[in-house]
């Protein structure tokens, strides 16, 4: 049968089988306007009447966060606040492009979030620049790796064997995959950054950027030495501060601004969303040649960031990142990076002190290493962090610099303050931390090195000293 032709010049009346249909259907009505706080309110509500299940694994996370020791270097908790900002509903805003040049339309809000959190993340950290858009720190790092290089040129990072992160370079990421890469390690004896040996490897294989900055490295680092380095090779400087990026800000650890091209960090490991972050001190706007193009080194950044490597930025993630960086630039956050410092050294003297076998014998961050095996004759990283989290201690098992065990198993294990610290620790506490977990790690009965048995008496009276830790100083 033809359809009968309409002619959209002349107002039609809905074709008969459509006004029947809506008839039929009129009890689908409108809703209500809510207020902001309103529909914001009901979240868990919502979700526990959609989805019991996830309501209640998220539910269970929440009590196991409440009931442990939170020792993970990598990790932190952020404030109600910035949660606040991650649920709202500045999660459905699509908007390509940079604030005042979108691709969308409805941006207005939205520019004035995303500037906010700029200009606040440049007060915190005191640059002349800031992308607050990557989605984490390995895409903060792929977008400089990207915007500076071109296929096949080099890379020089620390292996990622020693404390180096895989997005500098390493065989299993896209870096190490499209760029050639070599590596600088640690000095054998001491497990130190050795400056004159990563000269020596700059000038002979004359990289195009080098990458300081570690995921599991307990000293301070030196970005004016890495800048000679570069400066001498012609190379550009990225410092990854994932790690110490709170301390950085804080002046808990001195900062790369004046040194580095560029500065990336992760914004979860300082307390914040997750989410990544991309600085850049008085070199923003140095020209730089690529594809036969010159621009500015910023305009290649965000050229890279998008169209280049992401699409969509993570609006919701921009918005708890400006609050973020709002509680960054309070007192209270400023003096407990120093606290967090004051807190892991004491955790590492406490632990050498029982004599554990601390790396480099203390820490000048927020870190502390420890090898295992070397504490105690067949205990593995694998088993350490096993055993200490059946007792309510969370941990990470950790490859140590020229670790002969595999990476499944590894010799080390790694500890972190910002989560204690956040909740009130303090040394008394660190002491107390540091009693537990010897004990455990002396009493634990090694089967092989994945296996352990723990006497339940002991592994319960642990817990209970642990729940009263986490008791009396709760998440906040
Ligand atoms: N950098 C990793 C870690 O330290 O565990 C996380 O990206």
Not at 122 to 148: C, D, L, M, W
Not at 437 to 442: F, P
Request: with cysteine; net charge neutral; charged share 25%.
């Amino acid at each position: 049968m033809t359809e009968p032709k309409m002619d959209l010049t002349k107002e039609q009346s809905p074709p008969r089988y459509l006004v029947d249909k809506f008839r039929k259907d009129d009890k689908i009505d409108g809703r209500r306007k809510t207020s902001f706080e309103e529909y914001h309110n009901g979240q868990f509500g919502a979700l526990k009447e959609t989805d019991a299940e996830v309501y209640g694994l998220i539910k269970k996370e929440y009590q196991r966060l409440q009931n442990n020791i939170e020792l993970l270097a990598a990790e932190n908790q952020c404030s109600p606040a910035v949660l606040a900002a991650l649920g709202s509903v500045v999660q459905n805003k699509t908007a390509e492009g940079f604030p005042g040049a979108r691709f969308h339309g409805g941006c207005e809000v939205i520019d004035d979030v995303e500037r906010l959190a700029i200009d606040r993340a440049k007060e915190a950290f005191g640059t002349r620049y800031a992308n607050v858009q990557p989605h984490s720190g390995t895409g903060a790092n792929h977008i400089v790796i990207t915007a500076v290089l071109e296929a096949g040129d080099k890379i020089l990072g620390l292996s990622s064997e020693q404390g180096g992160h895989y997005s500098h370079g390493d065989a299993v990421s896209l870096t190490g995959r499209f760029f050639d890469v070599e590596n600088y390690y640690l000095d054998k004896k001491t497990f130190l950054l050795d400056y004159d040996a990563i000269r020596d490897k700059a000038v002979k294989v004359k990289p195009k950027l080098i990458i300081c900055g570690a995921s599991a490295y307990v000293r301070t680092i030196d970005f004016k030495k890495f800048r000679a380095i570069a400066d001498e090779v012609g190379a550009y400087l990225l410092a990854d501060i994932s790690h110490i990026s709170g301390l950085v800000m804080a002046g808990a650890h001195p900062s790369p601004v004046e040194y580095a091209h560029f500065i990336t960090t992760s914004t979860y490991k300082p307390g914040g969303p997750r989410g990544g972050l991309i600085l850049m001190g008085k070199e923003y706007d140095k020209n730089i040649k690529i594809q036969g193009k010159d621009m500015p080194l910023w305009k290649r950044i965000e050229d890279t960031t998008f169209p280049g490597v992401q699409g969509t930025p993570y609006l919701n993630h921009i918005a708890a990142k400006a609050v973020f960086f709002k509680e960054m630039l309070s007192d209270e956050y400023r003096n407990r990076q120093f606290k967090i410092i004051e807190n892991a050294k004491k955790l590492a003297a406490v632990l050498a002190d029982l004599g554990l076998d601390v790396l480099t014998k203390g820490t000048d961050n927020h870190m502390v290493l420890i090898n295992a095996g070397n504490s105690r004759q067949g205990l593995t990283g694998v088993t350490a962090q096993k055993c200490l989290e059946e007792c309510g201690i969370t941990v990470d098992k950790m490859r140590l610099p020229y670790d002969e065990k595999a990476p499944a198993i590894t010799s080390g294990i790694r500890l972190g303050t910002p989560i204690v610290t956040r909740n009130g620790m303090g040394t008394e506490q660190m002491q107390s931390i540091a009693r537990l977990i010897d004990a455990v790690l002396k009493r634990v009965e090694i089967i092989s090195e994945t296996e352990y048995r723990i006497n339940s008496s002991f592994r319960e009276q642990v817990k209970a000293e642990v729940a009263g830790l986490c008791d009396s100083f709760a998440m906040r």
